[in-house]
């Protein structure tokens, strides 16, 4: 079965870069999450999206931005990257149902030098 | 906001023993999730409970949702070193709202 995307699944960048991670949900959900999960934490929701509408908003700083495509695909966009954006991003996709049950990626581990 | 927690944070058990995480909402949830994560993996969706009082198994796994909607538990039976992970619940007041994780169950099962 098909499982969600993301690329790339590592990335390096110095401080002060931007950086951009991109998400192919399951084919069929058209609603995507983000999430960052720092070392021997849990994971924390940034940003939702539905039907290519920002449905939610969580801990996701200013410098970051995020968007939803005609074809259901996500792409967050981090400017000024800071030491402490150094983390795992998580991209999730759901069915639109009242139980959104959602189905993770492999993840995107950010590393800022 | 929303704050869901778990205890206990850390659990070692030897190879066979039980084990159990407790989830507690500071708010009623529409709907309870549940998630494993293996070191170095992302969370993988294991079961959803909806209904109050609810219980479900999954082979060894049973899961668990509180009458009042705001705590859940899981609870292994005779634990396997394939069950170590970090286990969270995540609560959902329901519709397209974002759902909460819990701060996660970290368990090791020493063979």
């Known amino acids: 079965a098909a499982g969600v995307i993301q690329s790339p699944r590592h990335l390096i960048k110095e401080k002060r870069e931007t950086a951009t991670l991109k998400c192919y949900p399951i084919?069929?959900?058209?609603?995507v999450y983000w999430y960052q999960q720092g070392p021997g934490q849990d994971p924390q929701f940034l940003i939702s999206?539905?039907?290519?509408?920002?449905?939610d908003k969580g801990s996701i700083p200013d410098r970051f931005s995020a968007q939803q495509f005609s074809d259901y695909h996500s792409e967050l966009n981090m400017s000024s990257l800071e030491l402490g954006d150094s983390a795992l991003y998580f991209c999730?996709?759901?069915?639109?149902?009242?139980?959104?049950?959602?189905?993770f990626g492999p993840g995107t581990r950010l590393t800022v030098l | 906001g929303q704050q869901v927690m778990q205890i206990p944070q850390y659990q070692h058990v030897q190879e066979g023993e039980d084990f159990t995480t407790y989830c507690n909402s500071s708010?009623?949830?529409?709907?309870i999730q549940w998630y494993k994560q293996r070191p170095g993996g992302h969370p993988v969706f294991l079961i959803q409970?909806?209904?109050?009082?609810e219980v479900k198994k999954q082979k060894r796994l049973t899961f668990q949702f509180g009458e009042a909607k705001k705590n859940s538990s899981l609870h292994i039976t005779a634990t396997q070193t394939t069950d170590v992970g970090t286990y969270f619940c995540?609560?959902?007041?329901?519709?397209?709202?974002?759902?909460?994780f819990g701060t996660g169950t970290k368990l090791q099962v020493i063979p």
């Open positions: 999730a996709s759901s069915l639109p149902t009242l139980t959104n049950t959602q189905y």
């Open positions: 084919p069929r959900h058209d609603t």
């Open positions: 999206f539905y039907e290519k509408m920002q449905s």
């Open positions: 708010t009623t949830l529409s709907n």
């Open positions: 409970l909806v209904k109050s009082g």
């Open positions: 995540a609560g959902s007041s329901g519709g397209y709202q974002k759902v909460t």
